[in-house]
């Protein structure tokens, strides 16, 4: 409903703009009968589009369905954008507000065409790259858990990595040359093995899930991830993977997360330019009709 009535008030307003130009002396003006009636138009389009933000600040209103008026916003919005380019005669216009009026009408449209595009790719793009999506907001929260659960699978894997040491000097007290073989046959480890383990999680893991910026983390690229836990897998054995294994997919959360907070971003950031600029466009916009209908 809404594009095919957009289409049709776009044609008949170009239909009337064309003989309206050709037959204009001295050009286009806003202030002639039809640059006026343009004028006038295409804010009236800007005000209905603005409501939307009423609409949805006073949801007690049910004055229609949020779809309905989210492309009624759309349409409209866009739509506003040519009647006040033939209301200008496809200029900036002379005076300083008009220049200023039309320079923040491009940052509106562009923010707002950018803003549907986003608003219509994202939320797609993050079903299918975000698995295991969470609401925003629970995010930190979220991360925070992630750190509890490493820091224990961090402290079962080094006390399961003092109990093999334990059971290996037992071992090496009642059969000194069986166990040697089993040591050499079998990834074994030694004193030094559990402190690095609780290195690796202080000066690596910790660090990673608790940044905001985690790009400079080594862990943030999977592959290098991958190597690393292997490596660690090297000096245990392997009763002791799963607890990497586990930790290694806390890793992966972590990078499912940051993925899901930077889409979030792009998903509502172009709202601090479109949404300010709208405002003040209808404000400026409306000391411009009273000044050119005054003077």
Same mark, same amino acid.
């Given at each position: ?36 009636? #343009? ?12 409501? /939307?933000?009423?609409?949805? &600040?006073? *949801?007690?209103?049910?004055?229609? *369905?949020?779809?309905?008026?989210? &492309? ?26 008009? *220049?200023? =009026? ?16 986003? @608003? ?24 925070? @858990? ?6 224990? /699978? ?34 074994? !480890? ?16 910790? !660090? #990673?899930?608790?940044?905001? *910026? ?7 690229? !999977? ?7 292997? @490596?660690?897998? /090297? ?11 586990? /930790? ?11 993925? @899901? &907070? #930077? ?29 050119? =209908? &005054?003077?």
């Amino acid at each position: 409903m809404w594009f095919i009535g957009s289409v049709i008030v776009l044609a008949v307003g170009v239909l009337l703009y064309v003989p309206y130009s050709l037959r204009s002396v001295d050009g286009v003006s806003g202030g002639s009968g039809p640059g006026l009636a #343009y004028g006038i138009l295409g804010f009236a389009m800007m005000i209905f589009a603005g409501l /939307l933000g009423a609409r949805k &600040r006073v *949801r007690i209103w049910r004055l229609g *369905r949020a779809t309905w008026w989210m &492309r009624g916003h759309l349409w409209v919005g866009f739509l506003s954008f040519p009647f006040i380019l033939f209301h200008g005669g496809f200029q900036l216009g002379n005076g300083a507000l008009s *220049r200023a =009026l039309m320079i923040l009408f491009l940052i509106v449209f562009v923010s707002g065409v950018l803003g549907a595009v986003l @608003q219509h790719f994202l939320p797609k793009m993050m079903t299918e790259r975000i698995p295991m999506e969470t609401i925003y907001d629970q995010i930190d929260h979220v991360e925070n @858990q992630l750190v509890v659960e490493a820091a224990q /699978l961090v402290a079962d894997a080094s006390a399961m990595v003092e109990q093999a040491i334990e059971q290996q000097e037992e071992a090496e007290e009642k059969a000194p040359f069986a166990a040697a073989g089993k040591k050499n046959a079998v990834a074994m !480890p030694d004193e030094r093995v559990s402190a690095k383990i609780k290195a690796f999680f202080e000066t690596q893991i910790k !660090p #990673y899930l608790t940044s905001r *910026r985690s790009q400079k983390y080594s862990l943030t690229n !999977p592959v290098q991830a991958a190597a690393a836990f292997r @490596q660690l897998k /090297l000096l245990v054995p392997d009763t002791v993977w799963p607890k990497f294994d586990d /930790l290694e997919s806390i890793c992966g959360e972590k990078r499912e997360l940051e993925r @899901q &907070r #930077y889409m979030h971003k792009w998903l509502h950031g172009w709202l601090l330019f479109h949404v300010p600029a709208s405002y003040a466009l209808i404000l400026l916009g409306a000391v411009h009709a009273f000044v050119a =209908l &005054r003077y």
